[in-house]
């Protein structure tokens, strides 16, 4: 007689996939979620069930379920971070920073600061657009504070006091 629940998905490994896996699990390079889901479907390919997966790497068994058989389905391709939902972004990166290069670098007129509506007018984008990519504002020059980049990107300087 078989074992309790729903069958497994049967998955072996050449010795190519089991290398690929391997890698990806260690690899500096990747994302913490890929490298998680190379552990799984490893461990599932020596044998180990769902229920010991989890507990090993400490998630449901569904997650390892799921893994499982998307690595049956569409092997290495399958573990790959899907597209999310949402709106892509209106702008590039590129435009990004110029945005934030010509609003850093000049500042408005009969203003103190820019603002949002402000920034769109001079940079030719849309305010609404111009919200996520606008800096943090500065902080005042004697903090010892620089920046970095845009949006919450202030650190101090290493010779602040």
Known sequence: MGGKGRPKAELMLSEEERARLARG???ARSTQAYALRCRIV??????????EVAARFGVSPPTVGKWRSRF???RLPGLADAPRAGRPPTIGPGR???????????????????????MA????VGASAVGPCSPTPAPPPCSGVTPVGP???W???PNAS
């Open 25 to 27: 699990a260690r690899a």
């Open 155 to 157: 650190r101090s300087s």
């Open 121 to 124: 007018a001079h940079s030719g």
């Open 151 to 153: 949006r919450s990107c």
């Open 72 to 74: 049956v389905a569409r």
């Open 96 to 118: 990004v920073e110029q945005v934030v290069a010509a609003t850093l670098g000049s500042q408005p007129e009969r203003a103190a600061r820019w603002s949002r509506a402000s």
């Open 42 to 51: 490893l461990a599932c390919a020596d044998g180990a069930s769902n229920a």
